[in-house]
T-cell receptor, first 117, second 115 residues
């Protein structure tokens, strides 16, 4: 059972455009929602994360929007650059019960983003 | 520099052979994790460990084994019982506990191919 569903699977955007990736989750116990960025042949790296007590978090050109009632969250990449071309993963975990859950992350299926110059 | 190292970067194995993937971290993290990544799919948790000499199965533990004899090391053995072992394997670590939300740091990965 896939607990975090991510869409689209791939995305092509022109340089300067906005990339939008959406994720939906099922487990209402999730209380930590990070986004990871992965370049080919490399391990993922944390990009930005949000907790459910806020509806939006912005870091530079990257913004997470969170809708708790809809159980959805999204990543917006503003002014997309060719260097942003990578695979992006949303994830969720129950950090509040870290000792029991072991800080386990449940990942979405990933979105491959290509920014054309 | 602090970080996570995985070796080897590429690994080839014949069917029926066991193979061990190395993961070492010098971040002084208590927790370590192993994930499997298949093309076009997200990361799936194989095993995780929060403390030395203790580990728990993740979502896809069948055909894999781990050990945690040292805080810095968390090797993964892919046994011959794993039916489809060809994949990209990622090791991660994090702190445990505290009041903050604990980021997982990932290694560069090992690509395993079964011939």
């Amino acid at each position: 059972q896939q607990q975090v569903k991510q869409s689209p699977q791939s995305l092509i955007v022109q340089k300067g455009g906005i990339s939008i990736i959406n994720c939906a989750y099922e487990n209402t116990a999730f209380d930590y929602f990070p986004w990871y960025q992965q370049f080919p042949g490399k391990g993922p790296a944390l990009l930005i994360a949000i907790r459910p007590d806020v509806s939006e978090k912005k870091e530079g050109r990257f913004t997470i929007s969170f809708n708790k009632s809809a159980k959805q969250f999204s990543l917006h990449i503003m002014d997309s650059q060719p260097g942003d071309s990578a695979t992006y993963f949303c994830a969720a975990s129950t950090q509040g019960s870290i000792k029991a859950a072991g800080n386990k992350l449940t990942f979405g299926g990933g979105t491959r983003v290509l920014v054309k110059p | 520099d602090g970080g996570i190292t995985q070796s080897p970067k590429y690994l080839f194995r014949k069917e029926g052979q066991n193979v061990t993937l190395s993961c070492e971290q010098n971040l002084n993290h208590d927790a370590m994790y192993w994930y499997r990544q298949d093309p076009g799919q997200g990361l799936r948790l194989i095993y995780y460990s929060q403390i030395v000499n203790d580990f728990q199965k993740g979502d896809i533990a069948e055909g894999y084994s781990v050990s945690r004899e040292k805080k810095e090391s968390f090797p993964l053995t892919v046994t011959s019982a794993q039916k489809n072992p060809t994949a990209f394997y990622l090791c991660a670590s994090s702190i445990v506990g505290g009041v903050s939300y604990n980021e997982q740091f990932f290694g560069p990965g090992t690509r395993l191919t079964v011939l």
